[in-house]
């Protein structure tokens, strides 16, 4: 894996490129910033070179022959230039510092929004890949790996400009105390990067660890979970798997240590010695008259502030060579984004289209062996109401979602006029859909944000929103509200509020509303209403239709479909029947048949059985009764006999859906 690629030359080649990744993102987040900490730090090397020189002479002056008083007084003037060159290198610090930290925080955001935006444009069949994933995660991480770059970035730079400063009095003293200089850091380079690479391999064979136990963290503390982590107990079960990982995250960590423990041993063992072996040099270049005793003075400050330098430098790159592979991961998870993206290009949609038609659409789920749909052909005509129906898992909302444009087909194809779905602009195609989807979004934002999120550029356009509040039944639920549309809808938020599932809907088809679109998908849009609230729905969607927008209905309640232009049933994937009410009640109950009723047909007696038997006091249930599936059609309980229908009657408050006929 290239990514495992951690040897010396590697890390070494790697510097350049992030370092140009670096000050390009630092350029964008804020210029004048990065300009003023370059300056600054330019300006303080040059101080440290200028204060070295000015300590050079202060010493030549004191080693010079003479009384002392003399000695004192002549090396005043270097002396003021030392403490002047040392008040402006403090003063550019400061400034390189406070540049600094205003530099940081922009470019971390820099970072994220430049991953954030590719990633909300990915194509939906590779947000759901598991590799796609696990590449976004790691990503996150790089969104302050891109603040700490800059500092490191900076740490480097400005122990550079030391060194160089340095390094150049020291050649002007004796050319022989340049590599003396390097010769003492060497260690300490070689065991930097020892750790880096161990780290790296570490950070890398745990990485789904740590994503694992993330996800277990959020799980302990989140709201949806906290019924079932009570009564199911599934707390205890939790955090013990959450402990153990734990655990076994604290044991690499302390193997780590141990081996950086030993490894720092070493290298200052190793580093000692090279230090003896420079000081023994310098004394020798000093009693073989090889350099003036105030130079041999001016080399000794100039080794040790050079050796710190390095010091710094060795362990910034450290640093900047850690927070590099979180970095990477930022840019990898950005790029991959950036090929997965939808195309932002196509034939533009500027009217919504008179027929979609699906022409032997397979789709397959990535990393799934059947397909969710197989070989379906269909056709939906602007204004019409479809019904999607079949058992679950039969391929409902994985059709509504290739309608909606999120999928593409795998094979087949999706014709908006006459035109390839894959070849028009998907930005236009979901400019004429909106959504109710079954999972829909319960945003923790404000019901005004939940509402106008649709068409957010609408939010403050009250009439419209009351208009959506009222069509979808959400104005009793805003009623309620202590806030009105400004409450929030999140719990654990303060002055945050929970909504019960129906009312949830009301504000989901509320959303489809405000969005004011040509076709409105809804997947099981009132599942969670009670009766009286669901017979609105549909009415109120229906409705929609004859305002020529295109509805498209997901639904189990059978009874609801009635009024559907075309009724398409799914079976495993694939379409099974089609046409209106009547004509799929009428299939298979002709004489010539003898199949028996067909799918549709027996779902719809199921449920209106179902339907009798929950209504219906359970002693007057005669179950030798045929069904009469005729009068099915009309009204399920319709078909119900008169003694029964009376029993009903008489007990009307009794009846679960006593609201359901109308
Ligand atoms: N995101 C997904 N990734 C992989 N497989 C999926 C995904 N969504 C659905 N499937 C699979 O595709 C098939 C069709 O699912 P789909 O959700 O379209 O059915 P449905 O008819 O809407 O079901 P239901 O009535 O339960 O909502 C099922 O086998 C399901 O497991």
């Avoid at 450290?318 to 790029?335: G, K, P, T, V």
């Avoid at 550029?457 to 009250?462: P, R």
Wanted: one cysteine or more.
């Amino acid at each position: 894996m290239a990514r495992l690629n951690v040897s010396f030359l590697s890390i070494l080649r790697q510097i350049p490129r992030l370092f140009r990744h670096t000050v390009t993102l630092a350029w964008r987040a804020d210029p004048v910033a990065l300009v003023v900490v370059a300056v600054a730090q330019l300006g303080q090397a040059a101080a440290t070179a200028f204060g070295l020189l000015a300590t050079n002479r202060v010493l030549v002056s004191l080693f010079a022959a003479g009384p002392t008083a003399d000695r004192v007084r002549d090396a005043l003037p270097s002396l003021v230039w030392v403490a002047a060159a040392s008040a402006f290198a403090a003063t550019l610090r400061a400034v390189s510092f406070a540049a600094a930290g205003r530099l940081g925080p922009k470019v971390e955001r820099v970072a994220g929004l430049s991953m954030m935006k590719e990633v909300i444009r990915v194509e939906m069949e590779h947000i759901e890949r598991s590799d796609f994933h696990a590449a976004l995660d790691s990503g996150q991480h790089g969104q302050t790996a891109a603040r700490r770059l800059i500092e490191h970035t900076l740490g480097i730079v400005e122990a550079l400009m030391a060194l160089l400063a340095v390094s150049g009095v020291l050649a002007v003293l004796h050319p022989v105390l340049l590599p003396l200089l390097l010769a003492v850091v060497v260690p300490k380079a070689w065991g930097t990067v020892r750790a880096a690479r161990r780290t790296y391999e570490s950070v890398q064979i745990w990485l789904e660890h740590v994503r694992q136990q993330g996800a277990l963290r959020r799980l302990l503390i989140s709201q949806k979970a906290a019924p079932e982590l009570r009564v199911h107990g599934a707390g205890p079960f939790l955090l013990d798997q959450f402990d153990q990982m734990a655990a076994q995250a604290a044991d690499e960590q302390t193997r780590l240590a141990h081996l950086e423990a030993r490894t720092e041993l070493t290298t200052s063992a190793l580093s000692g010695l090279t230090a003896g072996a420079t000081y023994a040099v310098l004394a020798w270049l000093l009693t073989h008259d090889q350099l003036p005793l105030a130079s041999g003075a001016t080399a000794a400050l100039a080794l040790t502030s050079g050796t710190a330098g390095l010091r710094r430098m060795v362990s910034h790159i450290h640093h900047l060579y850690e927070q590099s592979l979180f970095m990477n991961d930022l840019i990898r998870a950005r790029e991959e984004a950036e090929q997965r993206a939808i195309p932002a290009t196509g034939v533009p949609v500027p009217r919504p289209p008179a027929v979609i038609e699906f022409d032997r659409v397979t789709f397959r789920y990535p990393e799934r062996d059947t397909p969710a749909l197989d070989d379906v052909s269909l056709t939906i005509r602007k204004g019409q109401v479809i019904a999607l129906v079949g058992a679950n898992g039969s391929g409902k909302t994985t059709l509504s979602k290739l309608l909606a444009g999120l999928y593409l087909p795998t094979s087949g194809a999706i014709r908006w006029d006459g035109t390839d779905l894959c070849a028009l602009r998907r930005d236009d195609v979901f400019g004429h859909v909106a959504l109710v989807l079954q999972d829909f979004q319960r945003w923790p934002f404000t019901a005004r944000a939940n509402v106008a999120i649709s068409r957010s550029a609408d939010i403050h356009d009250l009439s419209r929103l009351d208009a959506a509040a009222a069509y979808a039944g959400a104005d009793r639920v805003l009623d309620d509200l202590p806030h009105g549309w400004d409450t929030l809808c999140e719990k654990g938020y303060e002055g945050g509020v929970d909504l019960s599932g129906g009312q949830w809907q009301r504000i989901a088809l509320a959303r489809a509303y405000f969005r004011d679109a040509d076709i409105l998908i809804c997947d099981e849009p009132t599942s969670s209403m009670d009766p009286a609230a669901e017979i609105d729905a549909f009415r109120k969607i229906r409705a929609l239709a004859s305002a020529d927008q295109t509805i498209v209905l997901v639904t189990h309640r059978l009874h609801s479909v009635k009024e559907a232009d075309v009724i398409y049933v799914l079976d495993e994937g694939k379409l099974v029947e089609q046409g209106d009410f009547a004509t799929l009640m009428a299939t298979g109950t002709s004489a010539a048949s003898d199949d028996g009723p067909h799918l549709f047909r027996r779902l719809f007696e199921l449920q209106s059985l179902q339907y009798r038997t929950d209504t219906l006091d359970a002693d007057t249930l005669d179950a030798d009764t045929p069904l009469d599936a005729d009068s099915l059609e009309a009204d399920p309980l319709d078909a119900v006999p008169a003694q029964r229908r009376r029993t009903r009657d008489a007990t009307p408050d009794q009846s679960p859906a006593s609201g359901a006929t109308g």
